[in-house]
């Protein structure tokens, strides 16, 4: 059985850092590009960015919003990822959810979602 | 980046109805497109991946379609499980974006 339990969120002064990890189980880790996904309170999903596996360099994308500021990495000897937020603001305040990525008809899609961990950016 | 539209925001359908949530693309996305299904505190499930193909145990009540820039998600006979808020998502290109949300409300 497929399973991805993020962890590490929790409260943070703007500004401040924050690494989230995402231990996962149930499938080959290292053949995967995992992502990460965030729901701001009462808004929609918005992806955060992707790591690719090590076939494809472990290379990364980003949205716009969190580049430069946030970075994925992943561990496979672990099947852990993880993403180290840095410069927090208010508005990166949200449940981030890590999710693997499916290779179907030449693109990526997101078969499983962990349950999430809350991240609140407050004074 | 590419824009995702869907209408409607908010549905109130009784339950055995069909119903019918459409999402519109500012650009053409081939059939780089899915649909998830999210319920209150929970994760979100993949239910469309394609544009048209079933995700593995999802009920063969719902369906997807469509092609380039307007597709659709279909439920064929709405059960009481099936009240929750749905989003298309496209895999075209970087950044990958989501629709806003059709939230579905029992009747």
């Known amino acids: 059985e497929v399973q991805l339990v993020e962890s590490g969120g929790g409260l943070v002064q703007p500004g401040g850092s924050l690494r989230l990890s995402c231990a996962a189980s149930g499938f080959t880790f290292s053949d995967h590009y995992m992502d990460w996904v965030r729901q701001a309170p009462g808004k929609g999903l918005e992806w955060v960015g992707r790591?690719?596996?090590?076939?494809?360099?472990?290379?990364?994308e980003y949205a716009a919003s969190v580049k430069g500021r946030f970075t994925i990495s992943r561990d496979d000897s672990k099947s852990s990822l993880y993403l180290q937020m840095n410069s927090l603001k208010t508005e990166d305040t949200a449940v981030y959810y890590c999710a693997k990525s499916y290779y179907a008809t030449t693109a990526y899609f997101f078969d499983y979602w962990g349950q999430g961990t809350p991240v609140t950016v407050s004074s | 980046d590419i824009q995702l539209t869907q209408s409607p925001s908010f549905l109130s359908p009784s339950v055995g109805d069909r119903v019918t949530i459409t999402c519109r693309a500012s650009?053409?996305?081939?059939?780089?497109l899915a649909w998830y299904q999210q319920k209150p505190g929970k994760a979100p499930k993949l239910l469309i991946y394609?544009?048209?193909t079933l995700q593995s145990g999802v009920p063969s009540r719902f369906s997807g379609s469509g092609s380039g820039t307007e597709f659709t998600l279909t439920i064929s006979s709405l059960q009481p499980e099936d009240f929750a808020t749905y989003y298309c998502q496209q895999v075209r290109s970087y950044p990958i974006t989501f629709g806003q949300g059709t939230r579905l409300e029992i009747k």
């Open positions: 650009q053409g996305i081939n059939s780089y």
């Open positions: 790591v690719r596996n090590k076939a494809n360099g472990y290379t990364t």
């Open positions: 394609a544009a048209s």
